[in-house]
Structure formats: structure tokens, C-alpha cells
């Protein structure tokens, strides 16, 4: 499905250009069409060639392990990179990432807080509870 939503967003990305030479121009398309491609490549590309049944599990082991794939899989990380356009646009983004960065270290601080109270309680139930029967 995501594969179909970013091949179609690229294409009308691509005919919302006047002229082709000018949306190779724009590195952001550019980067955006490579990653489609590589998109592309690994769902149905792949998908294709391990469909082919030509012998044994064996052979096509032999054949085609996958692993040259590992970098493609990388190359897939860089997605993330399109949250820097995100930054770039919209500085209010960054303001609500730092102040969830900082509301976390108190977040963590008290949950390292509740969970020493409840080993403590824990430990005096269990001495408390020792000698009596269920």
C-alpha cells in the first residue's frame, strides 16, 4: 500500500512540472525518486524474481541469497531524512521535539522513582507475609 501511495505522490510530483529538465533540478524530488525506485525494487522487483520457482529451494538459495539486499535495506533509513524538510518548513515542530526531548528525562526519572518504591514495598510484604498461611 505504501509502495502504490509513494509511487503515485512521486508521479504527480513529476507532472506538476512545466518542464521534465527542472524537476531533476529540485534534490529533494530527486532524492524522493530514488528512494521510490529503490521502493519499487525491493516490493515488486524481488517480490518477482523470488516468485519464480526454477528447482529446488537449494538451487535458489544458491542462486540468490539476498544478501546484497543489506544495503538496500540501509539505503531504505534514509527515509528519514524527509523529516528534515519537516524542520526546515515548520520550526515549531523543533520546539515540540525538544520539549518532549526534556519531558522525558523527568518522565524517566519518575518512573526509576516508582519502581524502587515498589521493589521496597515489595521486598517488606514478602518478609511481612513470611510465617502466615495462604
Known sequence: IFCVWFTFEILIRFLSYRRTCTSMRDRWFVFDAILV??????????????????????????R????????????RLTRVAR?????RLFPEV?????????????????????????????IAFVQLA?????
Open 37 to 62: 525506485i529503490v521502493m519499487i525494487l525491493e516490493t515488486w522487483v524481488l517480490f518477482a524474481f523470488m516468485a519464480l520457482d526454477l528447482g529446488s529451494v537449494r538451487q535458489r538459495q544458491s
Open 64 to 75: 540468490f541469497d539476498g544478501s546484497g539486499l543489506r544495503v538496500m535495506r540501509i539505503l
Open 83 to 87: 523529516m528534515v524538510r519537516l524542520l
Open 94 to 122: 523543533m520546539v515540540l521535539l525538544r520539549g518532549i526531548g526534556i519531558a522525558a528525562r523527568s518522565v524517566c526519572f519518575t518512573l526509576c522513582l516508582m519502581t524502587t518504591g515498589v521493589y521496597i514495598f515489595a
Open 130 to 134: 513470611k510465617g502466615t498461611e495462604p
